[in-house]
């Protein structure tokens, strides 16, 4: 339950500030389903299970890779006009 309590309050930190975006929920999802990987019983688990929950961490880092990929190409947009033109 202590990581339960680090994520809550960086979360609620969060969302007071900037509110909900999609790269904040992509990074708690990988989180949370990280540490399920951590307390998993491998053992006890058939393997398309363990296959599942990899594709879905790959598919989650993906979205959260292009998510940051197109915001950083939309800053780099914004940097680029010069508001002395306007």
Not at 14 to 42: E, W
Request: aromatic residues 10%; contains cysteine.
């Amino acid at each position: 339950m202590e990581w339960w309590n680090g994520v809550r309050s960086c979360f609620l930190t969060k969302v007071r500030r900037q509110g909900l975006t999609p790269r904040f929920v992509s990074m708690v999802a990988i989180i949370a389903l990280a540490h399920k990987v951590i307390i998993i019983d491998f053992k006890a688990l058939p393997s398309y299970t363990l296959l599942g929950i990899g594709t879905i961490i790959v598919s989650l880092t993906i979205s959260y890779y292009l998510i940051k990929k197109v915001r950083l190409e939309k800053k780099k947009i914004y940097q680029d006009i010069d508001l002395e033109d306007i």
